[in-house]
């Protein structure tokens, strides 16, 4: 669970990687459900980012 403090006549948009993007209204309301619809679209590259910290002993 988490909380998003918005203005209470703002819009949020929701998106994640391989599904579609939704908007959602806050219109005064204090809990928002919502759902997010897989996209038909498949990816065409996949990025992948790493970060290695290596630490040397003297």
Avoid: H, W
């Amino acid at each position: 669970m988490y909380s998003i403090s918005a203005p209470a006549n703002g819009t949020l948009i929701f998106t994640s990687v391989g599904f579609g993007s939704r908007e959602v209204a806050v219109a005064n309301q204090s809990s928002l459900n919502v759902s997010l619809v897989q996209a038909d679209q498949r990816l065409n590259e996949v990025v992948v980012v790493a970060t290695v910290l290596v630490e040397k002993q003297i």
